[in-house]
């Protein structure tokens, strides 16, 4: 609608209403409050699409994480992956649907809240919910799905399609709410999110989910592959002995394992969604300014993760066997690790440290996945070290890294930052650092005092 028009329509209403023509200031006040209208309702619809758009990144990430799962089994297991796959999808979306929406968010999203409460208690099954807040549901979603989707190529060749439908359906609907409740919603504890009342006047950083998402589930994997043992011939022969070296499974297809990683192949493409999308208020006090930073430190922390683990496992090669190699799969399996460390932090640290963010979760990566192998824990595509090693690692170093000018920023706070800003200032204010430990330690507890009793329930 144009200007003109616009003073027709205010013009003819308030001569409507009186007699007489309407005065200057009368008029100016109508067509003021009718282009405040019209931006408020603009606005309004640039974040619903921004939050479409960005889970729709996000639940693409599904398919990346298929098509790794895929790659790396044997040939007569990829549909029984891929329909794990599947399930994790559906059993999420159905889960988070009846409650776990409810218990994650319900009646908790108002910053202001002096309330604490342990879960949600309001929009079972989305009722309440008005249209307005269905986009930020659908983005939940996403990240509930991504979640409960890690553990799949944990498990693969070794879990019954019912009891993995029954997991996702239990982490979605009871296990994840819980934390994100916690950790993101106002209501939480540990929440940044919230005006006053914080945990130790900071509360816990975790922007995207480094904890919320990869430690819930990297752990979960864990837990589950202890509990389900690894694939017959891996670490023992057909009569229980263990075997002198650990025997390997290659698997079929390394360009389908390719293609779920890679830069504009999926994976990488869609955390763009997840780091970028979890700014959730893409037009409040201009945070769209800072979108793109968050996109340039998610970059530069993949490619310091893939560099490094691709240098160190070469030198490393070279040293034992005299030939120069490289490997690809480690070099893909470092670029998911920078992105994971990366997502915790990705709004509230420079770009230079998420360079070393990278270079760290590269070098972990590669660290703890040799170990897994020395205590026989058989994890099909290494999501444990990837996602539970590296989820800790990425909420850690926001304690390390955060910068006071962006937690003033995004949180309203800058108190206490990251603890070498700290130390820089002749302080050692380690008081974010340790929330973060705090919200590290709640999310591992939480995650194996749940799992363990529901092991002694169905024994």
């Keep these: 609608m144009s200007s003109s028009s616009t003073y027709e329509s205010c013009l003819a209403n308030l001569s409507a209403k009186s007699a007489s023509i309407p005065n200057t200031e009368d008029l100016l006040v109508c067509i003021s409050s009718s282009f405040d209208s019209r931006t408020t309702s603009t606005n309004s619809a640039v974040e619903v699409f921004y939050l479409l758009y960005a889970a729709s990144l996000v639940f693409l990430m599904q398919a990346g994480f298929a098509m790794i799962a895929a790659g790396c089994v044997r040939t007569n297991n990829i549909q029984n992956t891929l329909l794990k796959n599947l399930l994790d999808a559906c059993g999420a979306a159905l889960g988070f649907y009846t409650v776990g929406y409810a218990f994650a968010w319900g009646g908790s999203t108002d ?28 983005f939940q979603l996403a990240f509930c799905s991504a979640s409960a989707t890690i553990v799949a190529g944990t498990l693969a060749e070794r879990c019954q399609m019912g009891a993995y439908l029954g997991y996702s359906l239990m982490l979605a609907g009871f296990v994840y709410p819980v934390i ?23 509360g816990m950083v975790d922007f995207a989910g480094s904890t919320v998402v990869h430690l819930t589930g990297g752990m979960t994997a864990l837990i589950a592959t202890k509990i389900l043992g690894p694939r017959a011939g891996r670490f023992y022969d057909l009569r229980g002995r263990v075997l002198d070296t650990p025997k390997d499974f290659p698997g079929h297809s390394l360009a389908l394992q390719m293609l779920g990683v890679n830069l504009v192949f999926i994976l990488w493409f869609g955390w763009y969604g997840f780091n970028t999308g979890s ?27 893939t560099v490094t683990t691709l240098f160190i496992h070469t030198v490393v090669q070279e040293r034992l066997t005299g030939e120069v190699t490289y490997n690809l799969q480690y070099a893909m399996n470092g670029c998911l690790s920078g992105l994971v460390a990366i997502t915790a932090g990705c709004s509230v640290i420079e770009s230079w440290a998420s360079i070393i963010i990278g270079i760290v979760a590269g070098g972990l990566y590669l660290v703890f996945s040799r170990q897994l192998v020395k205590c026989r824990i058989d994890d099909a595509v290494d999501a444990i070290p990837v996602h539970m090693i590296n989820g800790i690692w990425g909420t850690f170093s926001v304690g390390l890294f955060a910068s006071p000018n962006l937690l003033e920023i995004l949180y309203g706070r800058s108190d206490h930052v990251g603890w070498f800003y700290s130390l820089s200032k002749g302080s050692a204010d380690a008081t974010l650092l ?12 939480k995650l194996f005092n749940h799992y363990f009793t529901c092991s002694l329930t169905f024994v």
């Design 279 to 305: 700014i959730i208020r893409l037009t409040n006090d201009l945070r769209y300014t800072y979108v793109s930073k968050i996109a340039i430190n998610t970059t530069l922390a993949a490619a310091s993760g």
């Design 434 to 445: 340790a929330c973060q430990v705090v919200g590290i330690i709640f999310t591992a507890g």
């Design 111 to 138: 910053r202001n809240t002096t309330q604490k409460t342990f879960i949600g208690t309001e929009s079972f099954f989305m009722m309440g919910l008005d249209f307005a807040e269905l986009s930020f549901w659908l």
């Design 180 to 202: 994100v409740h916690q950790i993101w919603s106002p209501s939480g504890f540990l929440t940044a999110q919230r005006e006053t009342d914080v945990l130790w006047g900071v």
